[in-house]
């Protein structure tokens, strides 16, 4: 069978079928959600997870500065630590380069992943250097630790939770989109998305905060797009969703765009995906007191995207009316 026919989702099921007993006890989750985890000392959990950016499979030089990706690389491994409400802790990061790169570039690079791990409070404790002769590939792996209590899985979604989500969305699709067919003298806020996909940021800070809330269940990162990473978590816990596409929170310099694009804002904000926000699910007799809450902690309330039901299925609605949408995340090979 071809690649392509499995898919990137398939491919990582056989290869979970085969890894499915651990042969450490303590292992608490593999395969599967954001971080694996693992369990640590007393009631303390150490999280894992790594990436991969491959140069014209991921960035392309020309569209974003070394600096911004030294950081943006570094971002999107912190994203998958606060999809788990954690802590990010040290970080390793190897490094696949073309002899011809400008010591210049690496600078840049660095000076950005530095920055970035400053930011998050990270440790670069080690990595690995490579060559290679075509693209460069650059692989993280970032740790992290939390009370093992507050770690948040995709499959701790119930029927009936709100579904949530920390920023609008789109953003960095439509930014990514402007720059691959400039156009001149825009009448809209073109920097805004240029910025969210170049310079993305992960919030930490919001998954330490709602990991500790009580009525927060199920939670991940916002990576592939909504569609597909609410598929994911629906999958997870064994439900369904209704989502509200009016709804979809969208920034004003998204909409500002509409008039002028072939595509909609709202499929943007479905499959565009990096956004690196977070989605999560929420007892839906406390989502207003704690949305308050979260306002008062960051200055900026969640969004309230849908509700989780029985059916196992996404239905979307407009203004009420249910609509079939086929909308489709990101998926390696197919
Ligand atoms: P995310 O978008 O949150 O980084 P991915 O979609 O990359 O998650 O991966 C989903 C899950 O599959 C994660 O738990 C990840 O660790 C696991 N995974 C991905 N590729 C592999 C692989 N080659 N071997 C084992 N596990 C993998
Ligand atoms: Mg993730």
């Keep these: 069978m071809e690649l392509k026919t ?37 009631g303390h959990a150490q999280l894992l997870t790594t990436d991969t950016l491959v140069e014209n499979i991921h960035f392309q030089q020309a569209l974003i500065t070394p600096y911004q990706l030294g950081a ?42 530095q920055k970035t791990a400053t930011d998050y409070q990270v440790s670069l404790i080690g990595g690995d250097m490579c060559h290679t002769d075509k693209n460069i590939v650059i692989s993280i792996t970032v740790t992290g630790s939390m009370p093992l209590k507050h770690v948040r899985y995709r499959s701790m979604a119930k029927v009936g939770d709100a579904i949530c989500v920390t920023s609008t969305l789109g953003d960095a699709a439509a930014g990514l989109r402007k720059l691959r067919n400039p156009i001149p003298n825009p009448s809209f806020d073109i920097k805004t998305l240029i910025k969210a996909h170049q310079e993305p940021r992960a919030y930490v800070e919001e998954g ?47 909409k500002a765009t509409m008039p002028f694009n072939q595509w909609s804002a709202e499929s943007l904000a479905l499959t565009g995906g990096e956004d690196y926000c977070l989605l999560f699910t929420v007892d839906a007799k406390h989502v207003d007191r704690l949305n308050k809450a979260y306002g008062k902690q960051f200055q900026q309330p969640f969004y309230v995207v849908g ?28």
Excluded at 73 to 100: C, F, Q, R
Excluded at 317 to 330: A, E, W
């Design 208 to 254: 330490r905060w709602l990991s500790k809330q009580k009525a927060v269940r199920a939670m991940m990162d916002v990576s592939d797009g909504l569609a597909s990473d609410l598929k994911h978590l629906t999958q997870q816990s064994q439900v369904g969703a209704n989502v509200r596409l009016d709804k979809i929170p969208l920034s004003k310099a998204l």
């Design 307 to 334: 509700t989780m039901t029985d059916t196992k299925e996404i239905q979307y609605f407009l203004d009420d009316h249910p609509i079939d949408l086929d909308v489709q995340g990101y998926n390696h090979f197919v």
């Design 72 to 113: 943006k690389a570094l971002v999107a491994n912190l994203s998958d630590i606060a999809a788990m409400g954690g802590k990010p802790e040290v970080v390793l990061l190897s490094l696949s380069l073309t002899s011809d790169i400008d010591t210049d570039w690496l600078d840049g690079f660095l000076d950005g992943f």
């Design 6 to 42: 499995l898919g990137e989702f398939g491919l990582i099921a056989s290869i979970q079928k085969r890894f499915e007993k651990p042969h450490s006890q303590n292992v608490v989750c593999g395969i599967g959600d954001d971080c694996a985890v693992l369990k640590v000392g007393f």
